[in-house]
């Protein structure tokens, strides 16, 4: 673990901007503490602290693909303290085991932007807080806004949305659902996506989802939103396991399932027609060779698998490789091409819409600067006319993206139309606020926050290397 002690206040605490709805501004630090979390006035942030917590999902080649075989889910998990009591932000960054410890420093690094702050000058103004820290130009030339730098900005700027959802009392999907266009707008960095989208656009789109969005909100808490799970599909599993949990996944409500494929194109073709006679024909089935295809090995191996139809194939090569996506795309056409989870930033995103690399865009609640970078990705994919399937492969991810996906369909795409999010049955039990699943669907979350909370007791057995399961473990 990495204590933060706390830093000395700050001394210019940055101007306030408009605060999102339900959430109070500078001039509002008056009167009694409202309920769910509202900090009494002139709360300051007191630390960031952040732990290197793994799980050893190895063992049973849990989360197993072609590119990454032995991955041990992790969290590089962050959390700002407040001098308000019990009011704290968590937040995680989802890492596949060695190298957590390295997101985890690099989150340390960002307490000066934090640490002293008044969290209603934090919550206040979302925008200007995600701005200061991609901003800061001698950790930017890390990157420039990618890779673990950026990832670490993601995390904490997903923690202060998870204290703002605290302290407004809501799930963060209905904070952002309650915004206004302009207010939502306002959180979005627009520098090198104008030529795509504009501010304007981005207005466009959010005001023409102002439209139904009563009944949307209505149908997303009676019904949930659509779902499929990868359950079945590890890469480690064998065929008995597969068809297994293929037949339970139907059983259960779901109309997609995904496999993991590219390790070996016979073991694949076998996978696939195993798959597909478990779950007949009415059934989607998406596979995902996790960037271990150039293009030409992506065109022959997909063709190889066309005759058991995957639905759509995801990051057959590098997610850099723009150019060799679109002509994949172009060659395997109608079986479409998914692709997000390892994009950088929003630049790549735009590049890969206006080059027509993709089909369906699978975000991730961690890869990139938090919240407010999705935000401009929903943004740009609703102008393009192409869905977002989140990625949520991962520890919390399912618990993060949810939030994403519901504010897309209720105030962005307002659609569902061929949107699913992704589903893993992977420990969720060491959330506060787990993701609940019924018939194939997302349950909508209630409880404020962005479900980002661990449990004391899964933090203390499993932070590494000195909780309990590893020291059982031998510190490995």
């Given at each position: ?138 950790l930017r030339w890390l990157g420039p806004e990618k890779g673990v730098m950026h ?326």
């Open positions: 673990m990495s204590h933060l002690q706390p830093a000395e206040p700050a001394t210019n605490p940055a101007p306030p901007g408009g605060a999102p709805a339900g959430l109070p501004g500078r001039g509002a630090r008056v009167g009694t503490v409202a309920p769910v979390g509202r900090p009494a006035p002139g709360a300051r942030i007191v630390a960031l602290d952040c732990y290197d917590v793994r799980f050893p999902t190895s063992l049973e080649h849990d989360g197993s693909d072609a590119m990454n075989t032995d991955p041990d889910y992790s969290a590089a998990y962050a959390v700002l303290r407040t001098d308000a009591e019990g009011l704290e932000g968590h937040a995680l960054c989802f890492t596949i085991g060695r190298g957590n410890d390295v997101v985890v420093a690099a989150i340390t690094t960002l307490r000066q932007h934090v640490v002293g702050q008044f969290v209603d000058d934090i919550i206040g103004d979302l925008g200007r807080f995600s701005a200061s820290m991609i901003g800061d130009s001698q990832m670490a900005i993601g995390a904490v700027v997903n923690a202060a949305w998870d204290l703002a959802a605290k302290v407004a009392g809501k799930p963060l999907w209905r904070l952002l659902a309650d915004m206004t266009p302009e207010q939502l707008v306002g959180l979005v960095d627009f520098r090198y996506l104008e030529d795509a989208l504009t501010p304007a656009e981005a207005l466009d789109i959010l005001r023409a989802g102002r439209e139904g969005r009563g009944e949307r909100i209505a149908e997303l808490e009676a019904v949930g939103h659509p779902a499929y799970t990868t359950t079945p599909g590890w890469i480690g599993y064998s065929d008995e396991k597969l068809v297994a949990l293929s037949q339970q996944a139907v059983a259960d409500g779901f109309t997609q399932i995904k496999l993991k494929v590219g390790a070996d194109t016979g073991d694949d073709v076998r996978r696939m027609a195993l798959a597909r006679e478990a779950v007949g024909p009415g059934i989607r089935i998406a596979v995902d060779a996790n960037q271990r295809w150039g293009v030409a090995q992506a065109e022959a191996a997909i063709a190889a698998i066309a005759p058991w139809h995957p639905y759509w194939v995801e990051e057959p090569t590098s997610p850099d490789e723009i150019l060799g996506l679109a002509v994949i795309k172009t060659t395997i056409a109608p079986i479409k091409i998914a692709v997000g989870e390892h994009v950088a930033n929003r630049v790549i995103f735009k590049q890969i819409l206006q080059a027509g690399a993709a089909d369906v865009l699978t975000i991730d609640a961690c890869r990139v600067a938090g919240v407010n970078e999705n935000l401009a990705i929903l943004l740009l994919a609703a102008k393009f006319g192409v869905p977002v399937c989140p990625h949520a492969g991962g520890v919390g991810l399912c618990e993060m993206v949810q939030h994403l996906a519901m504010f897309d369909f209720v105030g962005v795409s307002a659609s569902a139309d061929d949107r699913v999010l992704e589903y893993v049955d992977h420990l969720h039990e060491h959330f506060t606020d787990p993701v609940r699943i019924v018939r194939g669907r997302y349950l909508a979350p209630t409880e404020p926050g962005f479900s980002t909370t661990l449990r004391p007791q899964s933090l203390r057995d499993y932070e590494f290397p000195n909780g309990a399961v590893w020291q059982q473990l031998g510190g490995q």
